[in-house]
Structures are given as structure tokens and as C-alpha cells.
């Protein structure tokens, strides 16, 4: 029987899961993830988490605690960088994750940990798994195999979020072989930007389905992802100066994309009550909204205390404003 290797579904599992699956899959492991976020794993984290960590923080320690007694071994990465010759890095909570985890949860199984950074691009990342493969006392051919296999996962995934797949989704589809679904097509005339990190937008039980809530409403949706990269690269230097935090500076950049060049008819900014990068983010897009002719915004913020009516309440109120703008109703 394989040994097996526990995985968090959580934050950076909703980009980089393919990757890493594959990876350790054709070493000869097999991953095991924690069941999707629910109130039994998010209470677990709040209870295990500092008091003034994010929602997406404690969520991961719910995840991580739940995994702990499943598996033989830990994925516990230390996400620095990944954009190639880019300073920017992850927020001070990603850089601080492991340490945080193995001094809030008791009995964790032994870690896989490694930090990546990967300044120098793919070469950076081959070295990585090289690194992490030694660890494991595996030395031979198969680790070119199980890079390859990774990155051939992780642009398969990558391709179906740019579809508007959701993550989830997109893993089940490339991993799983579990058959995509059509994209239901907008009842009405109306297209909104969901903008955020993608641990908050595909977390289904995080942002009680904004997704599903948004379709029922008949309401297109434009995310992070479905940003073509080129695109995405024309607005890196728009800021006078960019912000040091990746994920942050993917969501501005994404806003200009949809703010210029795309025709929508508001932006939902999806984010964490008292995350530090998006004091900034929220009221950067915010005026960014307002100076492309008033396009409209909205706020919603998570926490674990956020419910189901309140967030529903929300989004009806915000679309139904939208329509009136439009002239659609009275
Ligand atoms: S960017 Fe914000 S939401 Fe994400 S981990 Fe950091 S503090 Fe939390």
C-alpha cells in the first residue's frame, strides 16, 4: 500500500493542487485532502488558530487538524514567490503558515517542508522537486516524470479555469477524470467581476456559494483566472508602484484588465475580514471603479461569522441595483 501524503484543501490547494498531485502521484505516494470546507473543519480551525488569523488562515488549520491522523506524511510548503524574476511575495500569513501549524496543532504527522520560492521560474521549481524527491530517497528517472506530469496537470487546470470552471471543478476534470459540466449561460444582460483570492472565491461553504447564488440571479461571472496571462501582463506596471504581495497584485491587475477592456457591469470584491494586503486591494479597486465612470462596487467581507441570508441578502440587493441603473426594473 502507498504511503500517504495529507494535503489541506485550502488556500494554495485552489491554484497549485494539480501540480503537486501529480507530482507525488507518480512517485509513488498517493494524496490524500481534507473533505471540503464545512462548519466541522472550520470550527475545528477556529479552535486551533490564533485569535486574529484571517478566515482562510483558520480554515487551513481546520483542514490540517482534521488530516493529521490520516496520513503517514504532511505537505507543509513555505509559499515565498512564484513569478519568475518578480519580488513580490506571498502575505506575512503564507510566510508564516508552517511555523504557525506546527505551533498551534499537536501530534502532526512528519512534514514535507520546503520553502518556494521560485525567482528563477521552472528551473527554481525543477531544483525544488529534486530537493523534495531526495528528501524522500528517491533518486532516479522518476522525477523528471513526475515534474513533466505535474506541469502537463497543473496547465490542463490552469486552462479550465480560464474557461470559468471552478476550481474544484477543474481538479475533479484533470485529476479525477470526472466529466465537466456546461457553464449555464446568463439568463439576463448582466456580467460581474468576482475579484479575490482564489481560496475565498472557490471556496464553496467560505463565500456560501456565491457562484451558485450569482447564476440563480441569472448574472455572469468574470474571475481572476479567466484573465488571459497576456492580458493580465499589460497591466503589471499600472500602479505607480506595485504592492509586495502576489495574490494582491493579481487581483489590481485583473480589475484594469476588466475596468478597460472588458464590459461589465460591477465588481464584487470577495475578501476576508481583517486581511492586512486588502485594506489596501478593496480601496485601491474601489476608487479604480470610480474613476472609470462610477462602475459599481461592492465589498463583501468573510468571517466566520458570515451567514447564508446576510450574504444573499447582499448580492440580491447589489444586482437588483444594477438592474435599476440598467432600466430593466422599476
Ligand atoms: S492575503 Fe489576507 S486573506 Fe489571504 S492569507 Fe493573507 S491576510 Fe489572510
Redesign the pocket.
Known amino acids: 500500500m502507498s504511503t500517504k501524503i495529507g494535503f489541506p484543501r485550502a ?1 494554495f490547494y485552489y491554484l497549485y493542487f494539480p501540480f503537486w498531485h501529480q507530482f507525488f502521484k507518480e512517485l509513488g505516494y498517493e494524496v490524500v485532502t481534507s473533505s471540503p470546507t464545512s462548519k466541522l473543519n472550520m470550527d475545528m480551525g477556529i479552535k486551533e488558530a490564533v485569535n486574529d488569523a ?4 483558520k480554515i487551513y488549520h481546520g483542514h490540517t487538524a482534521e488530516l493529521k491522523n490520516k496520513v503517514e506524511l504532511l505537505f507543509l510548503p513555505r509559499m515565498i514567490r512564484v513569478r519568475k524574476y518578480d519580488t513580490e511575495t506571498f ?4 510566510l508564516g503558515l508552517p511555523d504557525m501549524i506546527k505551533n498551534s496543532i499537536q501530534d502532526l504527522p512528519p512534514l514535507i517542508e520546503t520553502d518556494i520560492d521560485l525567482f528563477r521560474g521552472k528551473l527554481s521549481l525543477w531544483r525544488l522537486c529534486h530537493d523534495i524527491a531526495g528528501s524522500l530517497k528517491i533518486k532516479d528517472f522518476r522525477i523528471e516524470r513526475a515534474f513533466l506530469k505535474g506541469l502537463l496537470a497543473q496547465d490542463r487546470f490552469k486552462a479550465c479555469l480560464a474557461k470559468g470552471y471552478l476550481a474544484q471543478q477543474a481538479i475533479d476534470y484533470v485529476l479525477y477524470d470526472t466529466p465537466l459540466e456546461d457553464i449555464p449561460l446568463p439568463r439576463q444582460d448582466m456580467e460581474l467581476a468576482v475579484l479575490g ?1 482564489p ?2 472565491i472557490y471556496d464553496n461553504f467560505a463565500n456560501e456559494e456565491i457562484f451558485v447564488r450569482l447564476a440563480q440571479m441569472g448574472v455572469k461571472v468574470w474571475t481572476v483566472e479567466m484573465v488571459p496571462p497576456l492580458r493580465m501582463n499589460r497591466y503589471k506596471k499600472s500602479l505607480p508602484k506595485n504592492l509586495f ?1 502576489n ?2 497584485n493579481r487581483t489590481i491587475q485583473a480589475a484594469f484588465y476588466y475596468l478597460n477592456e472588458h464590459k461589465i457591469d460591477g465588481i464584487i470584491h470577495v ?2 475580514f ?5 485594506a489596501v486591494v478593496g480601496k485601491l479597486m474601489e476608487l479604480m471603479a470610480k474613476e472609470k465612470g462610477r462602475v459599481p462596487f461592492m465589498t463583501l467581507s468573510l468571517d466566520e461569522h458570515s451567514g447564508q441570508a446576510g450574504i444573499i441578502t447582499r448580492l440580491e440587493a447589489f444586482v437588483d441595483m444594477l438592474h435599476l441603473t440598467k432600466g430593466k426594473i422599476s
Do not use: I
Not at 484571517?54 to 488562515?57: A, E, G, R, W
Not at 481583517?274 to 486588502?278: A, S, V
Open positions: 488556500l484571517c478566515l482562510p488562515v502575505c506575512p500569513k503564507f483570492y481560496y475565498l504581495w495574490f494582491s475578501t476576508a481583517g486581511c492586512g494586503p486588502d
